[in-house]
C-alpha cells in the first residue's frame, strides 16, 4: 500500500471539501488528508446542506490525477467502498449498504455521503477532493431524507480518531487496487454492497419522471435504466428510487 497520506485535523471548517479547493487552486497537489471535528457549511450532493456536528466524521482526501475526468469520477466508487468497510468495524456487516450514487446506507437509512468535486490543476491534471462524511454520533435533522448515525442505531459512536484511521487505511488499500489491477476490483465490490440495482427503479429528473428497471453502471458511475420500451437511459444525476415510488 505504501506511505500512507498526511492527514491534517481541524477543529472547525466551512468545509474540508471547500479547504481542499483552497489549497488546490493554491498549487497544493496533496495527497493529504483535511479532517474537521465540525463543519459550518458542509454540502451534500447538488449543492444540499449536510450538517456536521461535533461528534461526526468530515474528512476530504486532496489528490491530483492524471486520469481523464470519467476515469477520475471512479474515485466516487472507492470512497464509497472505503466508508462501507469504517461502518463494518462497528455494526453488523449485512446491516451496511450502498445506494447509488454515493450514500452509505445503515439499516436502509443513509449514515455516509460522498462528495467528489475536482478542477484542472496549475501543475496539469486535475485535482480531486474526495470528500466522505460519515455520522458517528449524531443524525443531522432536516435533511430531506431521514438520516441515521452509528450511535444512534444500537451501537456505541465511534471516536473520531478512530474512524479516521479507519478511513484513511481503507481508502488507501482500494486506490492501490484501483492503481494496480484497475477499476473492474472496485466496481465488482461496489456493486457487491449496492441494492437496488437489477431491480424496478424510478428516476426523477427535475420535472421529467422515468420507470424502470435499474440496469447496472458505466465506469464513470452512471447509471442504466431500462424503460419498459426497452431502450436504455443513462442517468448522471438525479433523484432515484430503488423499488419504491418517486
Not at 481541524?10 to 488546490?24: F, K, P, Q
Request: proline share 4%; with cysteine.
Amino acid at each position: 500500500m505504501g506511505d500512507l497520506p498526511p492527514v491534517l485535523i481541524l477543529e472547525t471548517v466551512d468545509s474540508t471539501n471547500a479547504e481542499a479547493r483552497r489549497r488546490a487552486e493554491a498549487g497544493e497537489a496533496g495527497p493529504l488528508w483535511i479532517a474537521a471535528r465540525r463543519q459550518t457549511e458542509g454540502r451534500g450532493r447538488r449543492g444540499r446542506r449536510w450538517q456536521s456536528d461535533s461528534g461526526n466524521l468530515a474528512a476530504t482526501l486532496l489528490m491530483r490525477t492524471a486520469r481523464t475526468p470519467a476515469e477520475a469520477a471512479q474515485v466516487t466508487f472507492v470512497a464509497a467502498l472505503a466508508a462501507a468497510e469504517v461502518l463494518d468495524g462497528y455494526v453488523d456487516r449485512e446491516r451496511v449498504g450502498i445506494k447509488w450514487p454515493n450514500d452509505v446506507m445503515l439499516d436502509g437509512v443513509k449514515v455516509a455521503g460522498i462528495l467528489v468535486e475536482s478542477g484542472a490543476h496549475a501543475d496539469g491534471g486535475l485535482w480531486l477532493a474526495v470528500g466522505i462524511g460519515i455520522n458517528l454520533a449524531h443524525a443531522p435533522e432536516e435533511t430531506e431524507r431521514p438520516a441515521t448515525a452509528i450511535g444512534v442505531a444500537g451501537a456505541e459512536a465511534p471516536t473520531f480518531e478512530g474512524a479516521l484511521g479507519r478511513l484513511v487505511d481503507s481508502v488507501s488499500a482500494w486506490r492501490a487496487r484501483w492503481d494496480q489491477i484497475g477499476f473492474q476490483p472496485v466496481l465488482d465490490a461496489w456493486t457487491d454492497r449496492t441494492r437496488g440495482l437489477n431491480g424496478p427503479c424510478v428516476a426523477r429528473l427535475g420535472a421529467e419522471i422515468l420507470e424502470g428497471v435499474a440496469d447496472g453502471v458505466e465506469a464513470d458511475g452512471a447509471l442504466r435504466l431500462r424503460l419498459a420500451d426497452g431502450t436504455l437511459r443513462r442517468i448522471s444525476a438525479g433523484d432515484v428510487f430503488f423499488g419504491e415510488a418517486a
